[in-house]
């Protein structure tokens, strides 16, 4: 089982900058390293949508256009986590952020990826942006 943990939301003023991390937890097997990672976000009112996405195999990354070149995402081995660093934030960036993970094994997706492919979840990180 793998238990996966988000932190680092906040109130960030148009601009500004977070920086999110996803942390496992309880897997004995191995390390976030096998499984492909992605940060979904929603909200209110609004379905939910991947933002970015990293493979496992290839380390392939992908955004959503609407954050792409603003949002990076980064596998933190010694941390065992995955950070989306999120800069020049907008309004429209407020939403509650989930990571997700599939795997494990060598799985390749991007931000097309149905949120029905990750098996593993975390509760989310409320990001609020605003002046």
């Known amino acids: 089982q793998l238990y996966l943990r988000e932190s680092g939301g906040g109130l960030a003023q148009p601009g500004g900058s977070l920086r999110l991390s996803c942390k496992s937890t309880?897997?004995?097997?191995?390390?976030?390293?096998?499984?492909?990672v992605a940060w979904f976000r929603q909200a209110p009112g609004k379905e939910r949508e991947a933002v970015a996405s990293i493979s496992t195999g290839n380390g392939r990354k992908d955004y959503a256009g609407s954050v792409k070149f603003r949002f990076s995402l980064s596998r933190d081995n010694l941390e065992n986590a995955v950070k989306l660093e999120m800069n020049d934030l907008k309004p429209e960036d407020t939403a509650v952020y989930y990571c997700a993970a599939k795997g494990p094994g060598t799985w390749i997706v991007d931000t097309r990826t149905p949120a029905e492919d990750y098996n593993f979840w975390g509760r989310g990180t409320q990001v609020t942006v605003s002046s």
């Open positions: 309880g897997y004995t097997g191995g390390s976030l390293d096998g499984y492909a």
